[in-house]
């Protein structure tokens, strides 16, 4: 392998001096060996040796040096010889070195574009190794913690799983505790009721009547409590479903004796997505209307759309209900009875983000507004309604 030189300006020096020479010894030839056209030849060599210099137009200003060269070695040959002839063919010589040196120069544009191009592909190739090879570092790295992670997810969801069983058969023995007893208290109350109807009869004093009236009292409130458990157990019990509203209405009318009371279910085919427990807000609605509207011959259930949502409304021709206690009724433990009934509705409503409000004006009669939000309601093709006398 030849060495040029360690860098760029030693190998210009080095091209630059072997050009000099061979310009001097092919000169030399042209002048004292008659050769013609063979010598011409050489001359060629210093223009293709152009290509390794650095300067970029290096071919054209070697065309010029050797165009010299040929024409002083046309004057010597003429002044040494007698009969230079060859001065037209070193004209035509020289067009060809002109049209080489075009040749040359686009040999010397193309190779620096190449060498660019090729610098360009090794150092995108070496970036796009190094990118490879940390992309790689970094797939380990993520696959590693994805691999830990998996793990400990599955160890989490073993974990889980063991404890939801251990919680769902805490939840079965629980249950059935309650069951069996809310039945004995039942059965206890049921005869204690039995015991004071008899003792009632038997009773001579009015003072020991009221008394018996006041226990009687004490324990059907007893057994509300103990009805109202069992409903409360069950809510969310199951995954809420889609129930039409209309003949959930007049199931929970039928089982009501509702004689002089007329019960209208304008809402055929609108359908809510609720809890199954959604018969006991019905119920518990009519119920209410029932026993405290003092005078009710009409109960209505009707309905409207506001905005997105569906507005499912209650209303009676009853007493109605005072501003004060339009929100007291849905708690806990207000109310004449019970004060169960109202907070059940609420309760059983918001499982699907249902909700209640009392809107009647008192001595008007009461008015329930149940809102249910867009996509908990659907609305079939319209029906009449349907009622219960």
Known sequence: MIDLGKNSEEINHLVQLTMICLCAGILTADVFLPLGFIIWILYLLPLLMSVWLTSRYAPFIIAWLVTGAILLGSLISATLREDPSDLPNRAVFILMIAIVTLLVWEIRNNYAMLETEVIERRRVQENLEELTHSLEERITIRTRELSEANQSLTEDIEKRRIVEAALGTANQKLSLLTQITRHDISNRVF???????????????????????????????????????????????????????????????????????????????????????????????????????????????????????????????????????????????????????????????????????????????????????????????????????
Not at 265 to 283: N, P, Q, R, S
Not at 321 to 333: A, H, N, Q, T, W
């Open 191 to 389: 005869a204690l009721l039995a015991e004071l109807d008899l003792a009632k009869d038997l009773a001579t004093d009015s003072r020991l009547s009221t008394s018996l009236e006041r226990l009687e009292r004490t324990s059907m409130a007893i057994q509300d409590q103990i009805a109202f458990t069992k409903d409360y157990q069950e809510i969310g019990a199951q995954a809420p479903a889609w129930y039409p509203v209309a003949p959930i209405i007049l199931s929970a009318a039928a089982q009501l004796e509702t004689p002089d009371v007329l019960v209208t279910a304008d809402c055929e085919g609108i359908e809510l997505f609720t809890d199954a427990m959604i018969g006991k807000v019905f119920y518990n609605l009519i119920h209410n209307s029932l026993r405290h509207g003092e005078h009710v011959t009409r109960i209505r259930f009707t309905y409207r759309i506001s905005g997105s949502d569906l507005v499912l409304i209650c209303d009676d021709n009853g007493a109605g209900i005072g501003p004060e206690e339009k929100e007291k009724i849905f708690r806990k433990g207000f109310g004449k009875d019970s004060g169960l009934g109202l907070f059940l509705i609420r309760e059983i409503l918001s499982i699907t983000g249902i909700t209640i409000r009392e809107t009647g004006e008192q001595g008007e009669g009461a008015q329930f507004e149940i809102m249910v939000p867009k996509g908990i309601y659907r609305q079939m093709p319209d029906h009449k309604g349907t009622s219960k006398p």
